[in-house]
């Protein structure tokens, strides 16, 4: 059962060109992953080849200041956009 001030944390991270910037997003995720409780890849992935952007979303826990930081580290990433929203019980 979820305490009272639990709260969940989901970041979306838009990626334009995943060939070029995959590889600096997964180092960052790599550094915060004891907070990434889920995580979830989409892409279009019609034809021989995978589309060049994509979204991830994670799932958050514990520390609210990290997001602060890991938000700004993927928005510093040319092509790479990330948004949070904070469901509060």
């Known amino acids: 059962m979820a305490k009272k001030n639990d709260k969940h944390i989901i970041v979306a991270i838009h ?9 600096l997003v997964q180092e960052l995720l790599t550094k915060y992953g004891k907070y990434i409780k889920t995580r979830i890849g989409l892409h279009e992935a019609t034809g021989k080849t ?4 994509g979204i991830i979303l994670l799932e958050l826990v514990k520390s609210e200041r990290c997001v602060k930081t890991l938000l700004a580290s993927l928005n510093a990433i040319a092509g790479v956009e990330a948004q949070c929203v904070v469901f509060n019980h």
């Not at 990626?15 to 590889?23: D, E, F, G, H, P």
């Not at 995978?50 to 952007?53: L, Y």
């Open 15 to 23: 990626i334009t060109n995943r060939v070029k910037q995959a590889s």
């Open 50 to 53: 995978a589309a060049p952007n």
